[in-house]
């Protein structure tokens, strides 16, 4: 991929977010796996198993994806090699979610500071999987700043790492596999083994991702707010802590960062998951430390533009 579509993908992001009136193919994604859940659990996984169904389902989401947009990219250069370079831009524009992910969280700072807590629990419910109806004010604050710690990876780090690796279809098939799990990788009764396939390529394909993150906030934290070393501290001592081999990462980072402690027991679908604490709790969970989390996810994201342009050029020998 051109670093110069890369950029303008990554400004489009950062100027236009996710309008709902814009067609998305990360919605498509979502929709194809309602879909084909529904007719394996119907027809497929009394035979076979909830298992090997949850692997048929990822397997032909990712495939799918990575095919579908291959042959996409493909039929704009047949059309013309300009509409083929607007694709991929398009494509490129709507895996980033830096812009949309920033306002999300900064929706639910401005509720609490109108001291508005159920307005601010409805807008969190949009952006976390977890239970958020019960959630006091300092829970509230935690879950934001652990959604947007954790999707600066999923959701800047890791397109753009794919996108410069292989580009729009390798990107979208990162998203694929992401999608599923935000889906149906959950450990609940009804996902434990249905959704055992998705959550293991998740934790495959974020791997590297959620490292470079992590140090990539590391970086942003002593540049912004000449926290660096305790970020640092804080995400060596806490990130391998998280039941996720990823998600603690960059949790731990922006715990480190913030002086706050994230994590702890959340609620999903009615059950109860003991999370272990990250950081130190110097400070008390505030809507400004929702702001600084922002701050340090769009930090992170330019970094992460700026390396993936330095890696592009140089392997097209630009520089």
Same mark, same amino acid.
């Given at each position: ?18 309008? $709902? ?35 048929v389902l990822t397997a032909m989401i990712v495939s799918a994806t990575l095919g579908l947009t291959w042959c996409i990219m493909a039929f704009g250069q047949f059309i013309h090699p300009r ?14 979610? =830096? ?38 004010e300092k829970a509230v604050i935690r879950a934001t700043i652990e959604t947007v710690a954790e999707n600066t990876s999923d959701g800047i780090v890791a397109p753009l790492f794919y996108l ?48 470079? =993150?992590?140090f990539l906030m590391c970086l942003a934290a002593s540049i912004q707010f000449r926290r660096g070393r305790r970020s640092l501290k804080t995400l060596l001592r806490d990130g391998h802590k ?11 980072? =922006? ?6 402690? $994230? ?36 930090? =992170?994201?330019? $970094? ?7 890696? $592009? ?7």
């Amino acid at each position: 991929m051109h670093p110069v579509y890369l950029t303008m993908a990554f400004g489009l992001d950062l100027l236009l977010g996710d309008p $709902l009136w814009l067609p998305h193919p990360v919605r498509w994604i979502g929709k194809g796996i309602s879909t084909f859940e529904k007719i394996l659990r119907r027809r497929v996984m009394p035979q076979i198993g909830e298992k090997l169904s949850g692997s048929v389902l990822t397997a032909m989401i990712v495939s799918a994806t990575l095919g579908l947009t291959w042959c996409i990219m493909a039929f704009g250069q047949f059309i013309h090699p300009r509409f083929e370079v607007v694709l991929m831009i398009y494509f490129s524009y709507t895996i980033l979610a =830096t812009r949309s992910l920033g306002d999300a969280a900064a929706g639910v700072k401005e509720a609490l500071q109108n001291a508005a807590l159920p307005l601010a629990r409805k807008r969190l419910s949009h952006i976390v999987s977890r239970d958020t109806e019960n959630l006091s004010e300092k829970a509230v604050i935690r879950a934001t700043i652990e959604t947007v710690a954790e999707n600066t990876s999923d959701g800047i780090v890791a397109p753009l790492f794919y996108l410069s690796l292989g580009g729009p279809a390798l990107a979208m098939a990162y998203k694929a596999v992401n999608t599923l799990d935000s889906m149906v990788g959950y450990r609940t009764p009804q996902y434990r083994d249905f959704g055992w396939a998705s959550a293991k390529c998740d934790d495959g394909v974020n791997y590297f991702p959620a490292r470079i =993150t992590g140090f990539l906030m590391c970086l942003a934290a002593s540049i912004q707010f000449r926290r660096g070393r305790r970020s640092l501290k804080t995400l060596l001592r806490d990130g391998h802590k998280h039941d996720s081999p990823n998600a603690g990462i960059p949790e731990a980072a =922006t715990a480190g960062v913030l002086g706050i402690q $994230l994590g702890g027991p959340s609620v999903y679908k009615g059950i109860v998951k003991e999370k272990p604490w990250l950081g130190d709790g110097a400070e008390k969970p505030e809507p400004r430390h929702i702001q600084d989390s922002i701050r340090l996810m769009r930090s =992170t994201a330019i $970094l992460m533009w700026l390396l993936s342009i330095l890696g $592009l050029s140089l392997s097209r020998g630009v520089l």
